[in-house]
């Protein structure tokens, strides 16, 4: 039996979702550093059938601990830019959405990003060492003066981090080896972790059900039209660039693009923020 890509979101997604003790087991793993919490609720567990053949969303979950906080975690197979725009919006999102107009601000419960990454997003020479990244709201020149807890950012980037074997934390290298070997049988048998073979056979199970290998495809084929029309858009800027020799061909090839973009049913605003416009 084939078994469905657990980086596949609409597959990650069925898994954890599900599982609230799956999702903290992973969760904990990441931010090993701080105090375990515990996945009580998830808030968003639907997968409608129109999220399957969106284009340029990510199909997230967002849960909730004993203590009120909001964990959004994400797994992510496509860079968009401005990635770290995006994601920062959608978490100061739930961060705002917590409250109505008039309520206290005190009503607000801190909001944990959990993104894993089938990309590497640091790719600078200094960079190349580190998968694993943490961001708080930290002073410049006294980063151990932490302004509050209100939004942190974990980064798992899950390529590099299988290619440094960065990851000293056993748990998080047997979730990360699951991520990137999940199709290897000799690699999940030397797995010992619990949780992760928790994961593997609910992964077999999704697998063996054909509605869920059907909507599985829909999702990587919705997933590949996304960044075939994102490098279509690309290739015709710079080509109509170089023929002219200028700024303005490039530019050019942008607007037509963002008018087949928004022909094909995405919003404008959207379309210029994939295109850059």
């Not at 409608?48 to 004993?66: C, H, N, S, T």
């Not at 197979?77 to 206290?104: E, F, H, N």
């Not at 939004?151 to 390529?159: D, H, K, S």
């Not at 080509?239 to 404008?268: D, F, N, R, W």
Request: glycine share 6%; net charge negative; hydrophobic share 40%.
């Amino acid at each position: 039996m084939r078994l469905l890509d657990p980086k596949n979101d609409y597959v990650f997604k069925r898994l954890f979702a599900v599982a609230p003790d799956l999702l903290t087991a992973l969760i904990n793993a990441i931010r090993s550093d701080d105090e375990p919490l515990e996945v009580i609720e998830v808030l968003n567990p639907r997968i409608d059938p129109e999220d399957l053949a969106g284009k340029f969303i990510v199909l997230d979950i967002l849960a909730k601990d004993r203590h009120g906080r909001r964990i959004n975690v994400e797994m992510q197979v496509k860079r968009y830019d401005p990635w770290s725009a995006r994601s920062t919006y959608y978490l100061a999102s739930a961060l705002v959405k917590q409250i109505a107009s008039g309520q206290s601000y005190a009503d607000l419960k801190p909001v944990i990003g959990i993104h894993l990454l089938d990309f590497d997003l640091f790719t600078e020479a200094h960079q190349l060492s580190q998968a694993h990244w943490c961001f708080e709201m930290r002073d410049r020149w006294q980063p151990n003066t932490k302004l509050g807890s209100e939004l942190e950012l974990n980064i798992i980037e899950l390529g590099k981090a299988d290619r440094l074997h960065s990851a000293t934390v056993q748990s998080l290298a047997a979730w990360v080896a699951f991520f990137e070997h999940w199709s290897e049988e000799s690699a999940m048998n030397q797995l010992s972790y619990p949780p992760v073979q928790q994961a593997l056979g609910m992964l077999k199970d999704l697998s063996a059900d054909a509605e869920t290998q059907h909507r599985a495809l829909v999702r990587e084929r919705a997933l590949h039209d996304e960044r075939t029309l994102i490098q279509s858009a690309e290739q015709r800027g710079e080509q109509k660039g170089k023929l002219e020799g200028k700024l303005e061909g490039k530019l050019e090839g942008k607007l037509e693009a963002l008018t087949q973009m928004v022909a094909s049913g995405i919003s404008e605003a959207q379309a210029r923020s994939i295109l850059g416009l």
